[in-house]
């Protein structure tokens, strides 16, 4: 049986599954997989990419605008990491450059129209070190977006914090401080730097075909603790005046994520960096930002699982809200996912009727802490890749092999009707 898929979902998979894993079992022995088709004009791709070092989405629209959101690089080895995919010779933010110039080669240009930090921690824009080498193109060393952006274009660069990167208080971690020094080297090169405008469906946009894809758009969820009402391009702000908190009570960094909404025909997918619902035991309830947001955002077709399925998220709002029919958990810790996530994510109290679960990479001393829920996961290692067809009424979910830098194909399920 291939390296986590379970049993169940080995006999729901597709007959193209079935048979791939059928041959790879009769045979005792690594098959001659093939790689995924590349991209065409029609599709929405939306790659889950796996380093084993923190969370990276590449998203390829219908017309070919390239959107990636996240490149983290967390410091590892430890021992609640597992191996760095496809291995250790290259920093993760490299393997997410060539990752991603591989599978715009079908698209009108190898570049980026857009990064989308969701927020500024190491795991999702780069942790650096005194070995992370310096750039040449200004005064900031190279780790997760900024080694993204050596190997590949950018062309416009948003996040939560720009111009003034103070909310709720000024930059002090040193990989912040990093991320800002590239962004502000990546303006002057060019690149157009912007924060999210929470509530606009305009400002993440098909760049190169817009009329071939008007049931395509984005929608800004949320950022900063601003969320969409769901009306118009109106917003709310969630958190108390920073005037009436003591700075060590200010928004978590996590709280602040950003979230996104793509929708393509009647296909919708969600993605909220590391919101979080903890509330401290009740005592600060508008500390629950995740539970706002999944409310103006769900239902959804895929959503991508907030903080990692770590404990502090995924709450039973959250999945009521989305009533999803697959998860994605952007995985790599021993503490991703917990074993309260799995159960709330199959919950069937939250909402009737079936859902799947996949993961980047799961941690084995994770998968036995979650063994009374893991074994049900659909996958539990590799690239995950969302691909909508053309219109989106379909999709498939394709699991790429994240031990080799092709990729090649280790399952593939559905189509799913969105
Ligand atoms: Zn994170």
């Avoid at 999702?124 to 190997?151: C, F, N, Q, W």
């Avoid at 600060?284 to 907030?306: F, H, I, Q, R, T």
């Avoid at 009533?323 to 109290?349: C, E, F, G, M, N």
Wanted: contains cysteine.
């Amino acid at each position: 049986m291939a390296e986590g898929i379970s049993r169940r979902h080995f006999l729901w998979g597709s007959a193209a599954s079935v048979a791939l894993l059928a041959s790879n079992q009769a045979h005792g022995a690594v098959i001659p997989a093939v790689p995924m088709e590349p991209w065409q004009r029609g599709f929405l791709d939306i790659h889950h990419i796996s380093t084993g070092r923190g969370n990276s989405v590449l998203a390829i629209c219908p017309d070919g605008t390239s959107i990636m959101v996240d490149a983290g690089a967390t410091k590892g080895p430890t021992d609640a990491l597992g191996p760095a995919r496809p291995d250790a010779s290259r920093r993760p933010g490299e393997w997410i450059g060539r990752y991603a110039l591989h599978h715009l080669r079908t698209a009108p240009k190898r570049e980026l129209d857009y990064f989308v930090l969701t927020h500024f921690h190491g795991d999702h824009m780069g942790e650096i070190t005194a070995d992370s080498p310096v750039s040449s193109k200004g005064d900031y060393r190279l780790s997760g977006v900024a080694d993204v952006a050596e190997l590949i274009p950018v062309r416009q660069l948003i996040d939560r914090g720009y111009p003034s990167y103070d909310y709720p208080a000024p930059a002090t971690y040193d990989a912040t401080l990093n991320y800002i020094r590239f962004a502000r080297a990546a303006e002057k090169h060019g690149t157009k730097v912007a924060r999210l405008q929470v509530g606009s469906s305009r400002q993440l946009a098909p760049q190169h075909a817009p009329a071939e894809c008007a049931s395509f758009a984005i929608r800004n969820l949320a950022a900063n603790g601003d969320v969409w009402t769901g009306q118009g391009e109106d917003v709310k702000h969630l958190f108390p005046p920073l005037s009436t908190l003591k700075p060590q009570e200010y928004p978590t960094e996590n709280a602040c994520s950003m979230a996104l909404k793509f929708s393509y025909g009647a296909f919708s997918y969600y993605i909220g960096g590391d919101l979080t619902c903890d509330t401290l035991f009740g005592t600060e309830p508008w500390m629950d930002a995740e539970s706002a947001v999944a409310k103006v955002a769900g239902p959804v077709n895929v959503a991508a699982v907030d903080h990692h399925g770590y404990y502090d998220a995924t709450g039973p709002e959250f999945v009521r809200a989305m009533r999803s029919r697959i998860y994605v958990i952007q995985t790599w810790h021993a503490t991703h996912p917990a074993l309260q996530v799995l159960d709330r994510l199959y919950s069937p109290i939250l909402y009737p009727g079936d859902r799947d679960v996949l993961a980047t990479g799961m941690v084995p001393a994770a998968a036995l802490a979650d063994a009374r829920l893991s074994d049900r996961m659909l996958s539990q290692q590799g690239h995950v890749v969302v691909r909508v067809l053309p219109g989106g009424d379909q999709y498939e979910v394709i699991v790429q092999d994240d031990t080799v830098e092709e990729g090649k194909v280790k399952a593939r399920f559905g189509p799913y009707a969105a």
